[in-house]
Each structure stands twice: as C-alpha cells, then as structure tokens.
C-alpha cells in the first residue's frame, strides 16, 4: 500500500495570509491526526478526525482547523497567520483495531514570513 | 495518557547494542506500549509495539515488565544510520489524543 502522503512539502506564506494543506492517508485508513513539529514545543497534537468527524482536538487556537472528507482525505487550515505558526506539520493516519498504529506522511515545511 | 519520561540523549558506537528505557507508572490497563523513530525532517516512523512480555521483530526488540510500569527498547548492532530521535508512546489507542513526549537523541559514533 502507498503510504500517507501530504502537500506540499514545502510552503512559504506572510504573516496574515492564511494556508491549507492536504493529507491522503493510507488506503483504508479512516482516521487521520495532525501535528504540529517546532524545536521549541516537540511534537503537538493538532486534532484527529474520524469519519469526517472531528473526534479529538488538542489546545490550539481556533486559527487551527480541519476537515475530513468522504474518501479519508483530510485538510488542515491555518488563518491570520503569525511567525510562531512556522513549523513541520505532520499527519498520520491509522486502522481502527486494538493496537491503532500510527503511520505518519512526510510532513509539509511550513515558513511564514 | 500516561506520561512517559524517556532520557533526554544518549551515545553509542556502531555495532553495540542500544537500550532506551521509557518510564510510564501510570499506565492504563488497556493501553500498548510504542515505540517511534523520526529523522530529522520527516514525519515518525512506527518501529516496534507491544503490550506486555517482550517482541521482537526486523529491527528490535521491546522489554516490558510484569508491572507494565517502564518499557526498554532494544536496538542490536547500531550503525551510523539508527542516529534520530526515538519516542516511547502509551496508551494511543484509546485515547486518540496522542501525546508525544521530548522522546531520546541517540546518536551513533563510528
């Protein structure tokens, strides 16, 4: 199977501006997560969506959101953005069983300006 | 969730054996143990995930306790390339709201 993709890799915005970046998950994969990667703040749990449901979401403010389509494919969107948001944002995908792995994409490089 | 505490860095060499412990006293009845890599860049990578006892698989081996209360991961023969990040996660799969904690730079000397 094809792994979890995310686009685009790279993104460069302004502060201000506002971005949406995309998550395919792995095929089959109902649910998806998103977080946010700096030096400073570690790994950081965004929100997770299951079944175009948002099941949980972590302490972000409202400048953060998500959604999930029909087909598990998931966008995040960041609005009025600030310099602090620059950061690897990374989705993951897992199956709903027992164990619930997680299997992460690439991430998109996120610099804001 | 429970929180893991994990040691901040460790060293080795090429070709010995690494041990990473995770601390996780507060563990769920219900909650697995595992076990990440990241390289730097790039999203992490599942490595290893177990429930009690040890498993083995390609690449390590995870230690758990009868108590449950602590975790080791073990890598065989490190090489140069086993340098990255290792983070310990508990309880994921039931909470949802995953939780990441500052995880252990190893890094391999030749």
């Known amino acids: 199977k094809a792994g979890v993709t995310q686009t685009p890799r790279y993104l460069i915005k302004t502060r201000g501006q506002q971005v949406t970046l995309s998550c395919s998950p792995i095929?089959?994969?109902?649910?998806v997560s998103w977080y946010q990667q700096t030096p400073g703040q570690g790994l950081q749990f965004l929100f997770e969506?299951?079944?175009?449901?948002?099941?949980n979401k972590g302490n972000f403010p409202g400048r953060f959101s998500g959604r999930q389509f029909s087909n598990s494919r998931s966008e995040m969107n960041v609005s009025t953005l600030e310099l602090g948001d620059s950061a690897l944002y990374l989705c993951?995908?897992?199956?709903?069983?027992?164990?619930?792995?997680?299997?992460f994409g690439p991430g998109t490089r996120l610099t804001v300006l | 969730l429970a929180k893991t505490t994990q040691p901040i860095s460790m060293d080795s060499y090429e070709g010995q054996e690494v041990n990473i412990t995770c601390s996780h006293n507060?563990?769920?009845?219900?909650?697995?143990i595992t076990w990440y890599q990241q390289f730097p860049s790039q999203g992490p990578r599942f490595i290893i995930q177990?429930?009690?006892t040890k498993v083995t698989n390609e690449v390590a081996s995870l230690f758990i306790p009868a108590d449950r209360k602590s975790s080791t991961l073990s890598l065989p023969r490190v090489s140069l390339s086993d340098t990255a990040v290792y983070y310990c996660?508990?309880?994921?799969?039931?909470?949802?709201?995953?939780?990441f904690g500052d995880g252990t730079t190893l890094t391999v000397k030749p």
């Open positions: 507060n563990i769920a009845t219900n909650d697995y």
């Open positions: 996660l508990v309880g994921e799969s039931n909470a949802g709201k995953s939780t």
């Open positions: 095929s089959g994969h109902r649910s």
């Open positions: 969506y299951f079944s175009e449901t948002q099941r």
């Open positions: 993951a995908s897992k199956d709903r069983g027992s164990t619930d792995t997680q299997y």
């Open positions: 177990g429930y009690k």
